[in-house]
């Protein structure tokens, strides 16, 4: 048996906030819009991961979704631009990564990161 994807639910009854976040700033495409359900994606090639954490690592919270991107910097401008609130970072942490937290518009706590 092999897991070929994980996907990430978020309850909600406000689907279309979902765009402005998921879609205008961090360029995912929407791959399915059933009215009560809309996926985002990317045809990038992803890994299957699923993390299990006591804390977040520097002493942050313990995000809901973390969120690899190929520019750190350039999606936190956007971010902002956008008028999301960054709640932790930008932050180079002692594990190579780059990486900054944010809320998305249902409260969840994202955490977008670039590898150095």
């Known amino acids: 048996m092999t897991v070929r994807r994980i996907v990430a639910n978020i309850a909600t009854k406000d689907i279309a906030a979902a765009k402005r ?26 890994q299957v991961q699923v993390s299990f954490m006591a804390e977040g690592g520097s002493g942050t919270p313990v995000p809901d979704i973390s969120i690899e991107v190929d520019d750190v910097d350039a999606t936190l401008a956007s971010m902002r631009k956008a008028g999301f609130a960054v709640e932790y970072g930008p932050a180079d942490e002692p594990w190579g990564v780059r990486r900054f937290y944010v809320r998305d518009p249902f409260g969840r706590l994202v955490n977008i990161l670039s590898h150095r």
């Open 21 to 46: 976040f998921y879609q205008d700033v961090l360029g995912l495409d929407i791959l399915m819009d059933q009215g009560w359900i809309a996926t985002y994606g990317s045809d990038e090639r992803m």
